[in-house]
């Protein structure tokens, strides 16, 4: 089971976009749902999680307040709004799943599918 992330896209600084992240089936692994991203030349870095049951959301300091993650439960479908968008949000975005809810890492996750990738230009 991979998990499919949609909805990147060419945008310019302080614009919006949402990303999709869908989910097949239900994964053995999925007590949190969680975005990644991947710029240029830099590893993977977490972006935010949501616990796929209680709801509890968890954020990276740099998105604090202008990303904002969430869950649709009967859409099988985790979201990921982005507001005020920087040039240093450029990333291919993923998205994978979790056995903890508050996992931050990457080797914490699985079933990570192709990636969207999101362009900020100034």
């Known amino acids: 089971v991979q998990l499919q992330a949609s909805g990147g896209g060419l945008v310019q600084v302080g614009d919006s976009l949402r990303l999709t992240c869908t989910i097949p089936g239900r994964p053995a692994v999925m007590n949190a749902v969680g975005w990644f991203r991947q710029g240029p030349g830099k590893e993977r870095e977490f972006v935010a999680a949501v616990a796929w049951i209680s709801g509890n959301t968890y954020y990276t300091d740099s998105v604090k307040g202008r990303f904002t993650i969430s869950r649709d439960n009967a859409q099988n479908s985790v979201y990921l709004q982005m507001n005020s968008l920087r040039p240093e949000d450029t990333a291919v975005y993923y998205c994978?799943?979790?056995?903890?809810?508050?996992?931050?890492?990457?080797?914490?996750?699985?079933?990570w599918g192709q990636g969207t990738q999101v362009t900020v230009s100034s």
């Open positions: 994978g799943s979790a056995w903890h809810e508050e996992a931050i890492y990457p080797y914490e996750y699985e079933n």
